[in-house]
Every structure is written in structure tokens, then in C-alpha cells.
T-cell receptor
Framework: GEDVEQSLFLSVREGDSSVINCTYT??????LYWYKQEPGAGLQLLTY?????DMKQDQRLTVLLNKKDKHLSLRIADTQTGDSAIYFC???????????FGGGTRLMVKP | GAVVSQHPSRVICKSGTSVKIECRSL??????MFWYRQFPKQSLMLMAT?????????EQGVEKDKFLINHASLTLSTLTVTSAHPEDSSFYIC??????????FGPGTRLTVT
């Protein structure tokens, strides 16, 4: 079956880099996503990566994909207090298909 | 970017009543919308996939007679929680597919059943 796992919690100091990790089990996953959820709000798509890529950079965000190990990471450079939120990774089998979410990683940024 | 709205954002209802939640894609047409449920401090669980003009596809364990989904137009899907009970209290989030590989999420609806 499908399984997406993340660590529950990460705490960093403002200005440091944050790295949030995610592992998945289904090798047929073709799209991998990172979403941000602020308290009481819906999900904001941060970035996504196709499974045939191993890296994608978008401003302060860098996504690394190790397809062999089924490991996905999100690096946030120069982390700010406004980055404090829950970050979900998700995978899907094809374009526009349902998403399977990890449990979410709560990022706390200390001033 | 694509915007998805939900209404209401919060609703409190009495046990035994029905509640309708609307999900709208504001600036694009969505042939497919998804409904998710999120319990406190937990991840999102897909409830059903809603396709415009056809019956919704429900995930295993989701009662289709309790969670009625209607996708009558390319910009609107509705979720009706029928005969609500306290255990139905949750955060319900919809998403709509714009580009083939991107889903945009609504802000969510917090349902409290008393």
C-alpha cells in the first residue's frame, strides 16, 4: 500500500536553514509535492517535483529527490518566523490524481 | 494563481441536522475536485473524488449516503454531511485541479457538531 512518512517536529533558529524530510514507499509515484499549512488554514502549494528530476530550486526552497531511496527533502534557506507552519509532503501517481499525504512536520522557528 | 474558496469557513450545527459545504474554483474550471478531511493535528485523508457531471468516487470507509457530493458545474462542488453527529466534527478541505499536475486547496471548513 501507499505510505508517506515525515518526522513530526523540527525546531530551528531564525536565519538558519531548515531541512524537512519525507519518505514514501510507492515506487510508481510520479509527482511529489510540498504543501504548507498555517494554523486554521488550508494548504498552500509550495513546490512540486516530477519523479524524473532529482532537484528543483525555487527562491529559498530547494527540493531534493532520491528516487532510489524514495526520499524527498525540502530545504528552506534563511528560515524566517513566518515560515513556522506544518509542512506536508504528498505524492500522486499521475497528473491530477488524488494525493496521499504524509503526517506533516511542524516547523517552529525561534527568533 | 488559481484560487479555491470554501463556504462557510466555520459552521456549528446540532446533532441530527445536515450541513452543506461549498467549494468553488474562482478563476478556473475544475473538472475534478477532491474532498479531504483533517482531524486535529493529523494529516489529510481523502474522502472522495468529485467529477463534474458524474457520481463521486468515494474512498474505502467513507459512507456515500452520509457524505453527499454534488459536482454540478465546472466551478462548484458541494459536500453535504447528512444527519451529522459529534464524531463528524472535523476540518473539511476541498481541492480543485487546474493544470494537470497541480491541485489548489480551499481554506477549509471547520465543522462542529454539538
Amino acid at each position: 500500500g501507499e505510505d508517506v512518512e515525515q518526522s513530526l517536529f523540527l525546531s530551528v533558529r531564525e536565519g538558519d536553514s531548515s531541512v524537512i524530510n519525507c519518505t514514501y514507499t510507492d515506487s510508481s509515484s510520479t509527482y511529489l509535492y510540498w504543501y504548507k499549512q498555517e494554523p486554521g488554514a488550508g494548504l498552500q502549494l509550495l513546490t512540486y517535483i516530477f519523479s524524473n528530476m532529482d532537484m528543483k530550486q525555487d527562491q529559498r526552497l530547494t527540493v531534493l529527490l532520491n528516487k532510489k531511496d524514495k526520499h524527498l527533502s525540502l530545504r528552506i534557506a534563511d528560515t524566517q518566523t513566518g515560515d513556522s507552519a506544518i509542512y506536508f509532503c504528498a505524492e500522486s501517481k499521475g497528473a491530477g490524481n488524488m494525493l496521499t499525504f504524509g503526517g506533516g512536520t511542524r516547523l517552529m522557528v525561534k527568533p | 494563481g488559481a484560487v479555491v474558496s470554501q463556504h462557510p469557513s466555520r459552521v456549528i450545527c446540532k446533532s441530527g441536522t445536515s450541513v452543506k459545504i461549498e467549494c468553488r474554483s474562482l478563476d478556473f474550471q475544475a473538472t475534478t475536485m477532491f474532498w479531504y478531511r483533517q482531524f486535529p493535528k493529523q494529516s489529510l485523508m481523502l474522502m472522495a473524488t468529485s467529477n463534474e457531471g458524474s457520481k463521486a468516487t468515494y474512498e474505502q470507509g467513507v459512507e456515500k449516503d452520509k457524505f453527499l457530493i454534488n459536482h454540478a458545474s465546472l466551478t462548484l462542488s458541494t459536500l453535504t454531511v447528512t444527519s451529522a453527529h459529534p464524531e463528524d466534527s472535523s476540518f473539511y478541505i476541498c481541492s480543485a485541479r487546474d493544470l494537470p499536475y497541480e491541485q489548489y486547496f480551499g481554506p477549509g471548513t471547520r465543522l462542529t457538531v454539538t
